[in-house]
């Protein structure tokens, strides 16, 4: 996630389209992106605090429910699941770009520029483990934290040629590691293995003393920390958002609305296919059979899912810019709350975490898979009437701000 930013400048190794757009022409594709994507995020978490419901093969949704929740539950799983955390991390690296131009172009020198990504990113892992220790144990600010500490290094600089190199490989080496930890799963119960995963997750959501649930959440987000890096599907979205903010194909789609167009529709229906039968056979209409087949496939295709989405609000903002509606209330909300979306994504937690787990109200063990939609839908348009409501007043995001001012300080 990042913050607004006002003048974005060319990138290193940028392609010929790498141009500084003036204000008033510029697309809002990134902004819009991130503010649809807390939305996903918000539909994504929420079904951990159903803590009081067992959990079948695809983790966290309940094994049982009525029409509506087994409706809930397909519909998350085919647009949702293994997409969010593909998308945040092609929109986190491409905010990496953003951030990197505009201090070339401000006259920051090289090393500079280097020198507060690093920080930013060291810091992005303290407050992931300070959200963990609070409030919520699948935090995904020190992922990529992590990863934008290890990624950049090693691919920041280098040449278009040699990043593409790298998608290729971690795709393979991805395919390679999920082949290989589906021939483990199929040696044991992958049923049973799956809802031990969910049960270590809801550990900190079901236990009812709040000290109790901090011990045990920090342990669990050291878990997630280290395995959203070696899964690989990360890594390789966040390379593909460094090659996209090159060549700022959210910022200017116009010039590149055949790639989008072919991102966006392959990606997501590619996901979506492979996520259609994932669900089927979650909620019995398709025999369970090699299920963890399925969920496999599901979780590697997120990659292209996950990218495809933010190609198809590259094409939305196209086509908002060109219809003049920009500025119309629901394009300008979402994109006041995209400007602030570390502050939107930690609001969920401070709304999700005392109301739902069992050490705060318990509220959680009275829902199911329809009513906690209707909860995530809820707390996201809560938080983008009051990002437009501090747009309007010209307010930063409180985190945004805190994490600005510590990564520039030592630059000041």
Do not use: C
């Not at 903010?245 to 997501?268: C, M, T």
């Not at 009513?371 to 995001?397: E, H, I, K, Q």
């Amino acid at each position: 996630m990042s913050s607004h930013t006002e003048h974005p400048p060319p990138a290193p190794e940028a392609g010929p389209s790498a141009r500084s757009t003036p204000v008033a022409e510029r697309v809002p594709a990134p902004d819009l992106a991130r503010g649809m994507m807390l939305l996903l995020i918000a539909l994504a978490h929420v079904p951990w605090f159903i803590y009081d419901a067992p959990g079948g093969t695809a983790l966290l949704h309940p094994t049982e429910g009525n029409l509506a929740d087994r409706i809930a539950q397909a519909l998350t799983i085919i647009v949702v699941d293994a997409r969010t955390h593909t998308m945040f991390a092609f929109l986190f690296a491409y905010g990496i770009g953003q951030m990197y131009a505009r201090q070339r172009t401000r006259g920051t020198s090289e090393r500079d520029a280097r020198r507060i990504l690093r920080r930013r990113h060291l810091w992005m892992l303290v407050f992931g483990a300070v959200h963990a220790a609070l409030l919520w144990q699948g935090d995904i600010l020190g992922v990529y934290g992590l990863i934008g500490l290890v990624m950049l290094p090693l691919f920041f600089d280098r040449s278009d040629r040699t990043v593409k190199i790298g998608v290729v490989v971690l795709l393979a080496l991805g395919a390679l590691f999920g082949a290989l930890t589906l021939f483990f799963s199929l040696a044991a119960d992958p049923v049973a293995s799956a809802g031990g995963a969910a049960d270590v997750q809801r550990l900190s959501i079901s236990e009812t003393d709040y000290l109790v649930s901090a011990a045990i959440r920090l342990p669990t987000w050291f878990l997630t920390l280290f395995s959203g890096v070696l899964t690989l599907a990360l890594p390789t979205a966040f390379l593909m958002g460094l090659l996209a903010a090159r060549w700022r194909i959210l910022e200017e789609p116009g010039r590149h609305l055949p790639l989008l167009r072919r991102v966006a529709f392959w990606g997501i229906s590619v996901g979506w296919a492979v996520g259609a039968v994932f669900a089927l056979q979650h909620v019995g209409v398709l025999s369970p059979d090699h299920m963890a087949v399925t969920a496999s496939a599901h979780f590697f295709t997120g990659i292209f899912t996950g990218v495809g989405y933010a190609a198809l609000f590259g094409l939305i903002a196209h086509r908002v810019s060109a219809r003049g509606t920009r500025d119309r209330l629901p394009v300008r909300a979402l994109v006041s709350l995209g400007r602030r979306s570390l502050s939107g994504y930690l609001a969920q937690s401070l709304v999700f975490a005392p109301f739902l787990a069992a050490w705060g109200l318990g509220w959680g063990v009275h829902l199911s898979s329809w009513s906690a939609v209707l909860v995530a839908v809820a707390a996201w348009a809560a938080t983008v009437a009051v990002a437009f409501l501090m747009d309007r007043a010209g307010v930063r995001g409180p985190a945004e701000t805190l994490l600005r001012g510590l990564s520039y300080r030592a630059n000041r």
